[in-house]
C-alpha cells in the first residue's frame, strides 16, 4: 500500500514538473533543408521558421531518406507518406510549444514534432528568421 503512494506521488511531481505548452497561430515565414544526397538510409534536415505573436520559433526535423540520383527526392516517402517534407510558407497553422519542441498541426489534422534549434543559420528569404539564429562567439 504505501509503495503504490509513493508511486502515485511520484508520478502527480513528474507530471506537475512539466512546462505548460503555449498555443499559438504560427504564421510560416521561411523554410531550408540540408538533404541527403546519394543516401542509403541516411536523413535530411528540414528547418521552418514561425512567427507566433510577437516570438519566432525554430525547429527543425530529421526525415529518413533513400535516394541514389536525385537528391531532392526520397523513395520512402511513398510508403510512409508522414515523411513528405511540408511546404507551407506564409501559410497560418496552430501550434504548440514549450522550451525544447514545436508541434504543429498540419491542414490535414496530423501533428509534427520539430526540435527548436536557434543555433543554424540557414535561412535565406526571411531577416526576421535570421536575427532569430544564435550564433556561437568565434
Not at 525547429?59 to 513528405?84: C, F, M, V
Request: overall charge positive.
Amino acid at each position: 500500500m504505501k509503495s503504490g503512494l509513493i508511486f502515485f506521488a511520484f508520478v502527480f511531481a513528474a507530471l506537475a514538473a512539466t512546462p505548460d505548452k503555449q498555443e499559438a497561430q504560427g504564421q510560416l515565414l521561411d523554410q531550408n533543408q540540408y538533404l541527403c544526397s546519394n543516401c542509403f538510409f541516411g536523413a535530411s534536415t528540414y528547418y521552418y521558421c514561425f512567427e507566433a505573436g510577437n516570438k519566432i520559433l525554430i525547429g527543425y526535423r530529421k526525415i529518413p531518406t533513400i535516394n541514389w540520383k536525385d537528391q531532392a527526392s526520397n523513395d520512402l516517402t511513398k510508403a510512409h507518406k508522414s515523411w513528405t517534407p511540408w511546404t507551407a510558407e506564409g501559410q497560418t497553422v496552430p501550434l504548440h510549444y514549450d522550451d525544447k519542441y514545436i508541434w504543429v498541426t498540419r491542414p490535414n489534422g496530423k501533428t509534427v514534432k520539430l526540435k527548436q534549434d536557434y543555433s543554424t543559420d540557414i535561412f535565406v528569404n526571411n531577416s526576421q528568421c535570421r536575427s532569430a539564429v544564435k550564433r556561437k562567439p568565434e
